[in-house]
């Protein structure tokens, strides 16, 4: 039986391109205004209200220790689904550019090698080739460690309450 091949969103960090799984995506909006959360992780932009659910928004460049950047109105926010502690809340992820939605066979992916890669290499699941240009496939569950979740979903649930 053939392998069918998954679908992931790229995008772009200043001149990297990334990949995420469709399946974690919920939904890809332009910038919005962020209301910032004092006393947070460096990461931690702030949050948005989404459709009245408060969403937290994760800056990647200052999570991957990339140089920073002003939002401006051609920030993209990709909101994915994240396991919680005890269950699925979403995040919004600030990335610089979305491209489009590739198909890419497991095969067609190659474990992340130990060496040169140690910033980042717990993030990825693997890298892939498309058009002559590697593609690093985000594994977005390990984005943020168990702390940073448990902190974020506290977050979540006590900004709710506030709404």
């Avoid at 998954?6 to 995008?11: M, V, W």
């Amino acid at each position: 039986m053939a392998e069918m091949p998954s679908k992931y969103l790229l995008f772009s960090i200043l001149k990297e391109t990334y990949g995420i799984s469709i399946t974690k995506v919920r939904e890809v909006i332009q910038y919005e205004s962020i209301t910032p959360i004092h006393e947070s992780s460096t990461f931690l932009k702030g949050v948005i209200n989404l459709r009245g659910k408060i969403v937290p928004i994760i800056d990647m460049r200052a999570k991957f220790d990339l140089a920073r950047t002003d939002y401006s109105d051609r920030t993209i926010f990709i909101i994915v689904d994240i396991m919680g502690t005890k269950d699925v809340f979403n995040i919004g992820i600030a990335v610089d550019s979305v491209h489009d939605v590739r198909e890419i066979k497991d095969a067609d992916l190659e474990k992340t090698p130990d060496i040169g890669l140690k910033l980042k290499s717990h993030y990825l699941y693997g890298i892939a080739k498309i058009n002559e240009k590697m593609v690093m496939i985000l594994n977005i569950d390990k984005i943020l460690t168990t702390d940073e979740v448990i902190n974020i979903d506290g977050l979540e649930s006590k900004m709710a309450g506030s709404v």
